[in-house]
């Protein structure tokens, strides 16, 4: 199904991704394209009914300013420009116009109807992924984060065991992670989905190295040659499908602006593995992302899971991670999620999790010295990470978590509470 498309040309703004969300909200499908678009292309896309020219500070590539094609104007769509000295539309403004001028440009100018939704995006991109991939198999590596986990759903609806899913459990997951990417996706994919667990491999690589940076670089490519060596073992993959999302895209930056980050999921896959790759949710905003999964019938403890670092509870270990650490901030973050969602918190905080350090204290048990482990509690409140702030939580809460922790994990005496803002903290201890 064709979809009305509302474009935002980027001509230097740090707002095009604010705009094309507010207008996709709307549930018109939204895009933001590049300033040297041509009308040609522009024509190839979905229904274009309207063109937002959206200028800002970056209007400068390779030393010239940027400028639109002229041939747009022609082509009878309507047209307004905001913060775009350059321009020749009939409607402009100097910045970001209300969200009722710019619904107003969206239905009564551009007449665009209301057609992007969930269900909408998923039967077409079912299609899409059909008429491409045929009979070919695709390869998918599944954390069990969000992204990974939707695109599976949706490849599962597309092409069911055609898909074949590579988990690989580095042994720093959360209590039961590995266990319900197993249990939702093991009874389509049967045996298309490969479990790893190279929980052993990961901690014995290591083994006393304290450095945090040093430790995200073991887990980042012990995880890259696992992938590798379980891919290299299956036979007659044509495609490789990545959890890459529409934020992603736009951060790697359009043609006009100068790429924040590039983007990259997997990576180092060996020379002679030539995959095709199929970005199903290269479209969609990671809420867009969580609608589908509802969609698809995930389950919402993972469709609203909270973001997790790739190197798991390796960067909530502080320091040089043991067994018996490792095991102590597994079952500590267990138990503050139940406990954030008896209390209702889990929809109210951001991201939630324990840490443990290094360093022991001393404390009495039974009239005992204990000599044992602090867990450091952190919830945070934020909306893109950058900043951060700390939700109240009410002491009676506090209270259970602390008694929890203190009776039923092993090797710890004491909890603290980390009242630090970022910045100037970071969210993570490491
Ligand atoms: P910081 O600690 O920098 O964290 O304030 C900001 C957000 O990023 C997450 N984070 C990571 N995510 N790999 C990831 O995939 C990492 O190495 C990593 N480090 C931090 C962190 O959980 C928070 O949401």
Redesign the pocket.
């Known amino acids: 199904m064709k979809q009305d498309t509302i474009v935002v040309i980027d001509l230097g703004s740090t707002e095009n991704a604010d705009i094309a969300r507010f207008v996709r909200k709307q549930g018109v499908y939204s895009e933001v394209l590049p300033h040297d678009i041509t009308k040609e292309e522009l024509l190839a896309k979905d229904t274009v009914k309207g063109i937002i020219l959206n200028g800002g500070m970056n209007r400068n590539v390779d030393g010239n300013n940027v400028v639109i094609d002229d041939a747009l104007y022609a082509l009878n769509i309507p047209i307004i420009s905001i913060d775009y000295p350059e321009t020749k539309a009939s409607v402009t403004y100097d910045e970001i116009p209300s969200e009722e001028i710019l619904k107003d440009f969206v239905f009564d100018t551009c007449k665009a109807n209301p057609t992007w939704n969930a269900q909408n995006f998923i039967e077409a991109e079912v299609k899409r992924i059909q008429d491409e991939v045929q009979d070919k198999k695709v390869l998918l590596a599944l954390s069990g984060g969000v992204d990974s986990s939707v695109v599976a759903a949706l490849l599962i609806k597309a092409i069911g065991k055609q898909l074949v899913c590579v988990h690989v459990n580095h042994g720093l997951m959360r209590k039961n992670e590995s266990e319900t990417v197993v249990e939702v996706f093991g009874k389509d994919l049967a045996e298309n989905l490969v479990y790893v667990d190279a929980s052993e491999r990961f901690l014995t690589k290591l083994e006393g190295e304290a450095d945090p940076e040093k430790k995200?670089k073991i887990i980042g490519n012990e995880f890259i040659k696992v992938f590798d060596e379980e891919a290299s073992k299956l036979n007659g993959i044509d495609y490789l499908a990545q959890g890459t999302i529409y934020s992603d895209v736009i951060e790697s930056g359009t043609k006009t602006s100068k790429g924040v980050k590039s983007h990259h999921n997997v990576g180092g896959l060996p020379e002679d593995m030539q995959f095709k790759l199929i970005e199903p949710m290269a479209q969609l905003f990671k809420d867009e992302v969580r609608e589908c999964g509802v969609a698809l019938g995930l389950p919402e403890s993972m469709v609203y899971r909270q973001?997790f670092?790739?190197?798991g509870l390796g960067?909530r270990t502080l320091g040089a991670i043991t067994r018996e650490r490792l095991h102590a901030v597994r079952e500590a973050d267990a138990i503050l999620h139940e406990e954030f969602a008896k209390a209702g918190l889990d929809k109210k905080v951001w991201?939630y999790f324990t840490v443990i350090p290094e360093f022991k204290s001393v404390g009495v048990t039974d009239g005992h010295r204990t000599y044992e482990y602090p867990i450091i509690l952190r919830a945070v409140n934020t909306v893109d990470?950058m900043t951060a702030s700390i939700e109240p939580i009410e002491y009676e809460v506090l209270g259970k978590i602390v008694d929890r922790i203190l009776s039923e994990v092993d090797n710890v005496n004491r909890v603290l509470y980390d009242l630090s803002p970022?910045p100037v903290a970071?969210?993570?201890w490491e």
């Open positions: 995200r973001p670092p790739g190197p960067v991201q990470a970022k970071t969210i993570e």
